[in-house]
T-cell receptor
Framework: DAKTTQPPSMDCAEGRAANLPCNHSTISGNEYVYWYRQIHSQGPQYIIHGLKNNETNEMASLIITEDRKSSTLILPHATLRDTAVYYCIVRFRINTGTASKLTFGTGTRLQVTL | EAQVTQNPRYLITVTGKKLTVTCSQNMNHEYMSWYRQDPGLGLRQIYYSMNVEVTDKGDVPEGYKVSRKEKRNFPLILESPSPNQTSLYFC????????????FGEGSWLTVV
């Protein structure tokens, strides 16, 4: 699996957009970018994923650069409940055997403040 | 509602006393997996299963067993627990089609004394 690099921590004011960057310069054409978050010690929560096009859902937007070497997760209006550790994960697109594994790094600890 | 359910959520046990952590999913997923999370080490995969009767080792399988007799259930078995298996455990499940999302349970806190 390609390795990802994220800043260890970020702060964001409540109501503002939180932009979380991720570098995945060794990503291959067969790998997706996934984002999960973990609030305290709860189970990791799926946020969004993409292959090469930008994606948006009810939680967030994912912007992937044209060369696919980096991406940004955007929480458009951060709230206190968005305080969590956010993980950017690269995963093989075909779910077979070890390719289904999610390799979690250390993530970005996002602190949303009043 | 799509769910991955683990039991027990909290357990304190003694060294050597066999225990089983159950995991059940209601999404008809083929893929299921167990992870453990330890401070400073992140989440590490213990075992995974691609379908009924198909299981394989992850990164840290020593001291654990699993079985997949039914599609919805994937229990994690500690035959002889030791203190170094004190950890937070997560079960996960997902489809096997390209790009399918993997969902996690709420976690099981296990303490071995």
């Amino acid at each position: 699996d390609a390795k990802t690099t994220q800043p260890p921590s970020m702060d964001c004011a409540e109501g503002r957009a939180a932009n979380l960057p991720c570098n995945h310069s060794t990503i291959s054409g067969n790998e997706y970018v996934y984002w999960y978050r973990q609030i305290h010690s709860q189970g990791p929560q799926y946020i969004i994923h993409g292959l090469k096009n930008n994606e948006t859902n009810e939680m967030a937007s994912l912007i992937i650069t044209e060369d696919r070497k980096s991406s940004t997760l955007i929480l458009p209006h951060a709230t206190l409940r968005d305080t969590a550790v956010y993980y950017c994960i690269v995963r093989f697109r075909i779910n077979t055997g070890t390719a289904s594994k999610l390799t979690f790094g250390t993530g970005t600890r996002l602190q949303v403040t009043l | 509602e799509a769910q991955v359910t683990q039991n027990p959520r909290y357990l304190i046990t003694v060294t050597g006393k066999k225990l089983t952590v159950t995991c059940s999913q209601n999404m008809n997923h083929e893929y299921m997996s167990w992870y453990r999370q330890d401070p400073g080490l992140g989440l590490r995969q213990i075992y995974y299963s691609m379908n009924v009767e198909v299981t394989d080792k992850g990164d840290v399988p020593e001291g654990y067993k699993v079985s997949r007799k039914e599609k919805r259930n994937f229990p994690l078995i500690l035959e002889s627990p030791s203190p170094n298996q004190t950890s937070l455990y997560f079960c996960a499940s997902g489809g096997t089609l390209s790009g399918n999302t993997i969902y996690f349970g709420e976690g099981s806190w296990l303490t071995v004394v």
